[in-house]
């Protein structure tokens, strides 16, 4: 393997382990969800605006109402994901919530299938099926850190990011034509806009640690994590970013285990085995007969993250 093939896979194995650890930083920060998000969006955003100043994307960008509406629209979407799924963790656990989300692929051919037409195969529906029986048998057998079933509610919570991350995707979708680092630091900025009122509610940490915890947050799970995203997404066959795409729920799952003390019973494990395998695998079988070719080129958003598309 080259160089020109090493680099792009480390930048996005990175980008996949950094956020299955986005659970444990949101925990410590001791922070409520809403203020959660706006150190994500504030600190992550401002950062990805000098990026973008930096590299005169910003300057030259003269965006037209439609596109301006929509990426709006789309950060509406991403950041009241990402409130709901920073509210399920404690709720249910980081491994739970985590790969119920995981479920946003699926929900994402739904919305396509409802405003795009796009036919939806029966392979599709299958993959559906199994994916949420997965869930409904997460429900019912996974317990939390005190061995007390998990609060249905943050899965319900998980699930309600999950339709929101989809709606995110669908718009980026529209947006293909944006550069995706571009999108991600103007919808960022609305993040941060829309959320500061809420900082009245829920403020943020007043201990310097659950501060750190936040700017750790903005700065490598949000700033840098995009920029090796995007880096490397063009760089590499689609079916390696499927693959590689699973080390995001895995290591969720890990971190959980290790430090959390969350196990796993076996109804719960085959739940997220149905879930994962239903979820992540559709995108690499789909094109396993077509020759390979770089996942930037299709430029649509599905396993994680294409180009546009945002990341949990």
């Keep these: 393997m080259t160089n020109s093939e090493t680099r792009p896979l480390l930048q996005w194995s990175a980008a996949m382990a950094m956020s299955g650890t986005i659970g444990a ?6 922070a409520a969800a809403p203020a959660v998000a706006f150190a994500r969006c504030f600190v992550g955003g401002a950062l990805l605006v ?7 994307w910003l300057q030259a960008w003269r965006p ?33 919530s985590t ?50 079933p998990v609060q249905l509610a943050g899965i319900a919570l998980a699930l309600g990011a999950a339709v929101l991350y989809a709606g995110a995707s669908f718009v980026a979708k529209q947006l293909k034509h944006i550069r995706p680092h571009l999108l991600a630091a103007v919808q960022t900025t609305v993040g941060a806009l829309v959320l500061a009122p ?7 940490p007043t201990t310097t640690s659950g501060l750190l915890w936040l700017v750790l ?18 760089k590499l066959p689609t079916t390696t970013v499927a693959l590689l795409s ?19 019973n ?29 996942a930037g080129a299709a430029a649509e958003p599905a396993v994680r993250c294409r180009a546009g598309e945002q990341v949990s």
């Design 266 to 294: 076996w109804p719960e494990a085959l739940g997220m085995l149905a879930v994962l395998a239903a979820a992540l695998a559709p995108q690499r079988r789909r094109r396993a007969a077509a020759p390979e070719k770089p």
């Design 198 to 204: 809420l900082l009245l509610v829920t403020p943020l």
């Design 99 to 148: 790969v119920v989300y995981h479920t946003q692929p699926l929900i994402l051919v739904g919305l396509a299938a409802a405003f795009l037409g796009e036919k939806v195969a029966k392979s599709h529906l299958a993959r559906a099926a199994i994916a949420f029986g997965g869930v409904a048998l997460i429900s019912l057998s996974a317990h939390g850190e005190d061995g007390k």
């Design 217 to 234: 947050l903005g700065t490598v799970h949000t700033a840098l994590m995009y920029v090796l995203m995007y880096a490397s997404i063009g």
């Design 50 to 56: 000098l990026w973008c100043l930096s590299r005169g």
């Design 246 to 264: 699973y080390l995001y729920p895995v290591v969720a799952v890990l971190v959980d285990i290790a430090f959390y003390g969350h196990r796993p």
């Design 64 to 96: 037209s109402r439609r596109d301006l509406g929509l990426a709006v629209l789309g950060g509406l979407f991403l950041v009241g994901n990402w409130v709901l799924l920073f509210a399920s963790y404690a709720l249910s656990s980081i491994s739970v």
């Design 25 to 30: 930083v949101v925990l410590e920060s001791g």
